[in-house]
Structure formats: structure tokens, C-alpha cells
């Protein structure tokens, strides 16, 4: 029932993308993207609805693709900033609506 | 501030003892949540809360239980701790069920 995350792990220098994959084995209901610090708690960076809906935040966008059950993250002209790990969360559309996590996308950008 | 506080920050905790990991949140959320994060398995969810008075498990609920009294307060009590729940926990919460998560700063648990 855990989503798989890929790539487990990206270096980056500044200003490149990166794409980080969330893929579940049932059918969603939705995705929920957090980034996490080192030593921090996990910030809530977007959720996105089945319909396969695109969205937006600062030079970090992520889509659903509904047929696949799979969601994407891009980060685009990475910054320093972005350094952390990724989290996608999904909640199934059969069950109790609870956020069940992947592993993490361990990112890190270099200057 | 609005948010989500835990206590203690860290706990180191000799095998056998019993310890509750407080959780306050102020920003009236029906649900909340506890999880554990591991190395490398990311985040798990131990129990959950939709609405108060109701508590529900989730995917690692042995050895642990909670109570929601009122919507603020979601404790969550080992009642003998063992080596294995050396973790860090966090508590979150969210407007509804399903909806985006806030989460508190975590509590470092060291069971020795």
C-alpha cells in the first residue's frame, strides 16, 4: 500500500531540474507532496485531486496522472533552498482517508 | 502561534517504562495524527484521530495507544517501552480528514 518513490536519491548543482516520481499500486484519490530539512518536521508543499489537475508553487510544480496512478514533482532552475527530502503521501479512494507515505526522494543541490 | 506543539523535544527512556508524548494544536483541526519516522522508511502512521471522541489505527499501532478528549489534546502513551520505538515521533493535524497536514516539531524517543 506504500506509494514507491524514484529516484531514491539526486544531486544537483544549482539551477538544474529534477523530477521525482510517486507511483501507487490502487487507485488515488490524492496526492499530497511535503519537503523535509534536515532535523525538521515535513512542510506541506501541495496536494492535487484525481483529474489529473497540475499545480503550482514557486518553480515547483507536480501533475497526478490518474489513469497511472502516478504523480510527478518538478523542480525547475533548482535552487539552494531546495535541498531536503521528498515526500509524497496518497490517499486511496477506497478506505479511510488517511495519508499513507513513500520512502522519501532525498535531494540535495550543490552550488 | 499558531501550529502544533510537542513535548518533551527528546526523551531518553529505560526499557519497561511507561511514557506519554503530549500534542496541543490550536488552530481547531478536527483530525489529527501520530507518526514515527525510521531512516529510510519514511514516514508511518501510528494512530489517527478523524474527529474528537474517535481514534482510529493505523499501520503501526502495537504498543502504543492514544486518547482525543477534546479537539486540542492527542497524547500518545507507550505503555511498556521497548528498544524498537527508538524513533523520532511527530504529531500533525488537519482541518478534515485527508486534507493537508501540519506538522509539529517532532519528539526524539531514545529507548534503552
Known amino acids: 500500500q506504500q506509494p514507491v518513490q524514484s529516484p531514491q536519491a539526486v544531486i544537483l548543482r544549482e539551477g538544474e531540474d529534477a523530477v521525482i516520481n510517486c507511483s501507487s499500486s490502487?487507485?488515488?484519490?490524492?496526492v499530497h507532496w511535503y519537503r523535509q530539512k534536515h532535523g525538521e518536521a515535513p512542510v506541506f508543499l501541495m496536494i492535487?485531486?484525481?483529474?489529473?489537475e497540475q499545480k503550482g508553487h514557486e518553480k515547483i510544480s507536480a501533475s497526478f496522472n490518474e489513469k497511472k496512478q502516478q504523480s510527478s514533482l518538478y523542480l525547475t532552475a533548482s535552487q539552494l533552498s531546495y535541498s531536503g527530502t521528498y515526500f509524497c503521501?496518497?490517499?486511496?479512494?477506497?478506505?479511510?482517508?488517511?495519508?499513507?507515505f513513500g520512502q522519501g526522494t532525498r535531494l540535495t543541490i550543490n552550488p | 502561534i499558531a501550529g502544533i506543539t510537542q513535548a518533551p523535544t527528546s526523551q531518553i527512556l529505560a526499557a519497561g517504562r511507561r511514557m506519554t508524548l503530549r500534542c496541543t494544536q490550536d488552530?481547531?483541526?478536527?483530525?489529527m495524527y501520530w507518526y514515527r519516522q525510521d531512516l529510510g522508511l519514511g514516514l508511518r502512521l501510528i494512530h489517527y484521530?478523524?474527529?474528537?471522541?474517535?481514534?482510529g489505527k493505523g499501520e503501526v499501532p502495537d504498543g502504543y495507544s492514544v486518547s482525543r478528549a477534546n479537539t486540542d489534546d492527542f497524547p500518545l502513551t507507550l505503555a511498556s517501552a521497548v528498544p524498537s520505538q527508538t524513533s523520532v515521533y511527530f504529531c500533525?493535524?488537519?482541518?478534515?480528514?485527508?486534507?493537508?497536514?501540519?506538522f509539529g516539531p517532532g519528539t526524539r524517543l531514545t529507548v534503552l
Open positions: 490502487k487507485a488515488l484519490y490524492s
Open positions: 503521501g496518497t490517499v486511496l479512494i477506497q478506505g479511510a482517508q488517511k495519508l499513507v
Open positions: 488552530m481547531r483541526h478536527n483530525a
Open positions: 500533525a493535524s488537519s482541518e478534515t480528514p485527508g486534507a493537508r497536514e501540519v
Open positions: 484521530s478523524n474527529t474528537a471522541g474517535t481514534t
Open positions: 492535487l485531486l484525481k483529474g489529473g
